[in-house]
């Protein structure tokens, strides 16, 4: 490969350029209404899918199994921006290019190997650690599972690596920037403080990191802004899938509006991702995110004659995007893997849990409060207490970002959102009547792939 291509400059930034279009199959979608976003979300049991999917109504109760082709397609997904970006570390360094730009091409590839990785060690547990390219004749052509502490040990070292790559701190365009990196290595120190490692001294680490990602990003004033054409990139957006009509579409608004409403000028209508009533009455009183066209809308006109068309539930606005809505029903709304409000979010976190409430970790949260016109929390409130509030507000700030199944893995605590507390996980029933399993802390690794490769062993309970 060095030779034939890795010659220059170009080609390098190509081949990286290549490497983010692996982002794209969070978004792949089918007339079934599933989709790997749609697949993560369902696990954390907030949602119902009214479309025709069996995967996804089994996913919703608990009782799919390793041949579910959502798990085949993040996991063979990953590896192949993986792959890529193992050739890419490999053969880059020896170009004679400019050297600013093949730092930051390599802390680009840094940084979206271990995107990849965070996904898959976070979904499958134990995972193949492969950081070099692989031929016929690698050892890791079949390669056995690594240790999850091993693979966040990679991790944080290719986020470090891209952290010092020289990349722009903000970036309009679409590409990593040292944001990205810091949100992104906030969340996995955040994630190693909890289960299954409880590496407890990496919250300070967490702050640490996201803390100077506040300053740099700013909270939009209409929550609009999240999911149309003009703000991609901006404000509080830190970190992007791009599309563009013409380039690449995606099936967002289609797989979130009611089952077969004509709710805009798309081909399906496929309802694979609906709130539960329960959980959009969770949300305080008053709280802006809840009225109409903020986070959910229950009703708009038909796009054949313009007539109101009531849901008879509350569907995802925030991911109605009117441009295609309008239009050809051609959708290239970014989506959104890493914004604002998780950065404040996980920075009061870590704070709270290595130091208590600070002034500044409550005065964090209440930005996020304030835009949805709801009262600060406190000055004089409690460590616990503060810890709950958090919870929550990742929760319903978050909704539906394939946020809340993480966090069920992290802290073995779910949202109980009839009693509006916390409870263990395996031990209460969500608002669909379903009880968390065990084994549903993981995912199972992909059938198809442990028929191929002997040397890999299946998670507990699959």
């Known amino acids: 490969m060095k030779s034939t291509y890795f010659t220059s400059g170009s080609q390098a930034q190509t081949f990286v350029n290549g490497i983010y279009r692996s982002l794209y199959f969070f978004q792949n979608g089918d007339a079934y209404g599933e989709s790997p976003f749609i697949t993560i979300e369902l696990f954390a049991g907030h949602a119902t899918s009214l479309g025709q999917s069996v995967n996804n109504g089994n996913v919703i109760n608990q009782r799919t199994d390793a041949v579910n ?6 996991w063979s997904n990953c590896y192949t921006g993986i792959s890529n970006a193992n050739i890419a570390i490999a053969n880059i360094p020896a170009i004679t290019m400019d050297a600013t730009l093949k730092k930051q091409v390599l802390g680009e590839a840094y940084f979206l190997r271990a995107f990849f990785y965070y996904h898959l060690v976070r979904l499958y547990g134990d995972v193949p650690l492969i950081v070099q390219p692989v031929t016929v004749s690698s050892s890791d052509l079949y ?27 903000t970036n309009t365009t679409g590409r990593v920037s040292i944001g990205a990196v810091r949100t992104l290595l906030a969340s996995v120190y955040l994630t190693t403080a909890g289960f299954p490692l409880q590496k407890t001294a990496n919250y300070a680490l967490a702050a640490q990191e996201a803390q100077p990602v506040l300053s740099e990003y700013t909270l939009f004033d209409k929550y609009d802004y999240l999911h149309d054409n003009a703000h991609k990139n901006q404000g509080e957006l830190i970190f992007q899938s791009q599309y563009l009509v013409g380039v690449m579409t995606n099936s967002i608004p289609q797989l979130t509006v009611p089952f077969n409403l004509l709710v805009g000028s798309y081909n399906d209508h496929l309802g694979a991702m609906i709130p539960t009533n329960a959980f959009f009455n969770s949300y305080e009183a008053g709280d802006l995110r809840t009225q109409e066209r903020q986070f959910y809308f229950s009703s708009y006109p038909s796009s054949v004659d313009g007539t109101t068309i009531t849901f008879g539930e509350h569907a995802l606005y925030k991911y109605f995007h009117v441009e295609s809505a309008l239009g050809n029903g051609q959708s290239d709304e970014n989506w959104t893997f890493l914004r604002l409000p998780e950065a404040i979010l996980t920075y009061a976190e870590a704070t709270n849990e290595a ?17 949805a016109l709801l009262a600060p929390l406190p000055a004089g409130i409690s460590k616990a ?36 507390t916390f409870s263990e996980a395996t031990s209460t029933a969500n608002e669909q009547n379903v009880t968390f399993k065990t084994q549903y802390y993981l995912w199972p690794i992909p059938q198809r ?13 699959w």
């Open 143 to 169: 390669p056995s599972r690594t240790p999850v502490a091993q693979v966040y040990d990679q991790i944080i070292s290719d986020l470090q690596a891209a952290k010092a790559s020289g990349l722009a701190e």
């Open 449 to 461: 792939e442990i028929a191929t490769n002997k040397k890999l062993t299946q998670n507990p309970g």
């Open 69 to 74: 082709p959502g798990f085949e397609t993040v």
């Open 355 to 371: 130091s208590g409430p600070t002034p500044d970790a409550i005065a964090q949260v209440n930005k996020i409060r304030t835009r």
């Open 385 to 420: 207490d503060f810890r709950t509030a958090i919870w929550k507000e990742r929760y319903h700030e978050l909704a539906y970002e394939n946020k809340a199944y993480f966090d069920i893995q992290r802290t073995h605590q779910a949202y109980n959102v009839t009693s509006n």
